[in-house]
């Protein structure tokens, strides 16, 4: 499907936006799907969701923010496209998708995305993978704060890593560590003066209300949403703070419900400053 959007997009398209729909409509889904930022249904109708998911990546680009797929947005999408086809990766015997994805450090649910392989463990010798450059990383420039998906993040962020994460409204911030998590982070400040500037974000009081943050790793400003209340498991003993707390990404999702939740998501937006339509 992506092959086939660099021949569609060659060919000059149109301006699209919401209402638009038909094949065109469908390959800019299946773009912006392959990026995780489109998670809905490739159904070829420009609505709310693929406008939303448009958004997104003119923000991560440094594109004008409107929501309309024209000329520079297109080219960014081709270039994006064209970009996948830069490096190839020969199957030896013994390998997998999994192996080469650890062997290059990428999520080895980017590469089944990218190389559309529905047996991923049964691939031949031979097969040329393709090895996409990481579209957000070379998007970093582009904008201050990136919006990038939970399948991406949880590549990023790693068990054991720590980053900072700054409150948008009150810009306090604190030092974080992964303690794991599967669907969304689980995160637990560092220190006892972490947990203090934790506890003061949410006005003295453990809270689970959402609260835009802006969390940064290795160089990178990443929209994020985190609740401030002590739940589970911990691993830090002398940090003051009973358990762990939670930080969501782009399609992230809640553990026990196995559900994207709104206010995160929104909370995400907000970060990045996308919350204002």
């Not at 980017?110 to 957000?136: C, H, M, T, Y």
């Not at 969501?248 to 204002?276: R, T, Y």
């Amino acid at each position: 499907m992506l092959a086939c959007a660099s021949e569609v997009l060659a060919e000059s398209p149109p301006t699209l936006k919401q209402g638009a729909s038909g094949p065109l409509v469908q390959q800019v889904q299946t773009i912006l799907g392959s990026l995780g930022l489109y998670r809905s249904t490739v159904d070829g109708i420009f609505g709310s969701d693929t406008e939303l998911a448009v958004r997104i990546f003119q923000h991560n680009c440094g594109l004008v923010v409107d929501g309309v797929v024209g000329g520079q947005t297109w080219e960014r999408l081709l270039s994006y496209v064209r970009s996948l086809d830069e490096e190839v990766y020969p199957l030896h015997p013994g390998e997998t998708l999994w192996s080469v994805a650890r062997r290059f450090d990428l999520a080895a649910a980017e590469l089944v995305r990218v190389n559309q392989v529905k047996d991923p463990a049964r691939l031949p010798v031979g097969f040329k993978v393709k090895l996409p450059k990481d579209f957000f990383l070379r998007e970093a420039a582009a904008r201050e704060v990136l919006i990038i998906p939970w399948e991406r993040m949880n590549h990023l962020f790693k068990v054991g890593d720590e980053a900072r994460i700054t409150d948008v409204l009150t810009g306090l911030s604190l030092q974080v560590v992964r303690l794991g998590g599967s669907l969304h982070a689980d995160i637990e400040p560092v220190t006892a003066q972490d947990t203090a500037q934790l506890k003061a974000i949410f006005g003295g009081a453990w809270s689970w209300n959402r609260r835009a943050v802006i969390f940064e790793l290795r160089g990178l400003k990443i929209a994020a949403s985190v609740n401030g209340f002590p739940h589970g498991n911990k691993r830090i003993k002398d940090n003051g703070f009973p358990g762990h707390f939670c930080i969501h990404f782009w399609g992230s999702k809640i553990h026990q419900s196995q559900k994207v939740d709104p206010d995160h998501q929104q909370m995400v937006l907000a970060a990045a400053g996308l919350d204002c339509f």
